[in-house]
């Protein structure tokens, strides 16, 4: 029996990915010199800054070391380790996609499937790997750090300056599943200051009784663990929960928490959808009687 939904926030709940992908994009471009595209960003969607940074670092090759260097205010020498074999696949970001190592967030050793024994994929005994310089640990762990503050601190200026798109009929929809007893958490790799910035924005904060991000869990989507903490707040067991997502990391962690789960793709950036059951684009055309329904669907299948 259906007794709780979870929402993720960005691109869900509010029009908010866009943004991020525009922040992130210029901080890439001016301190790295890097142009992500939008499809690269996408494979990041859903994903904590602890973890997405050190990716996106470990994902690009050593013509962006001097950059790396410059923001550090370091000697190129001092912020690369001994060279070490890589997979061809890490410098195009491929670490990130469709690598069982990726979804378990651990694919920033520059190899995509390193935890899986699949390191050597796309050539015979690894003929392909090629040796180069990688950074060091503390070099990552500290351009990290900036770059996530960076994130925040223009992600709030943005806002700040260009206001944000709530999805209309959102609040009535959370009030609809509040009135039929079911319970009602968010579950997002964002900060909870942005998280509770948002619900006071969007008129719900008193319709959400729980809050579960990337700072209480280590692990990130498509981790299962901010799905199942959430459910273990809410004092309800995983299979009693669906799940509303908006990218293909957090489809797939409310799969691995064993909930059911549908897609949202009303935002401005649209993702991957093919592994939503369900899918639906407009909070004005659901109703809890179609929550229950993607639930006891999705239990049948």
Known sequence: ???????????????????????????????????????????YCGIPDHLMWPMILESLDASHYGRMAEMLDLPLEEIVSETADRCPGADTGEAVDGCPGADAGEA??????????????????????????????KAVADLSGTLEFLHWHEYDEYIEKNGVRGFPGVRECLSDLRMHRIRLAVATGSLERIVRKNLKLLDIEDLIEEIVTSEDCEKGKPDPDIFLLAAERLGVEPGECLVVEDSRNGLIAAERAGMSRVGFNGAEMTTDMEIAPFVFSDYREVNPNRFYLWHIRSQKD
Request: one cysteine or more; a negative charge; glycine letters at 10%.
């Open 108 to 137: 920033a050793d520059g190899c995509p499937g390193s935890d899986t024994g699949e390191a050597d994929r796309g050539s015979e005994n690894g003929s392909d790997r090629r040796t180069q310089p990688v950074l060091s640990k």
């Open 1 to 43: 029996m259906l007794k709780a939904v979870i929402f993720d926030m960005d691109g869900t709940l509010l029009d908010s990915e866009i943004i991020h992908y525009i922040v992130i994009h210029e901080i890439l471009k001016r301190e790295l010199g890097y142009d992500q595209s939008m499809e690269e960003y996408m494979k």
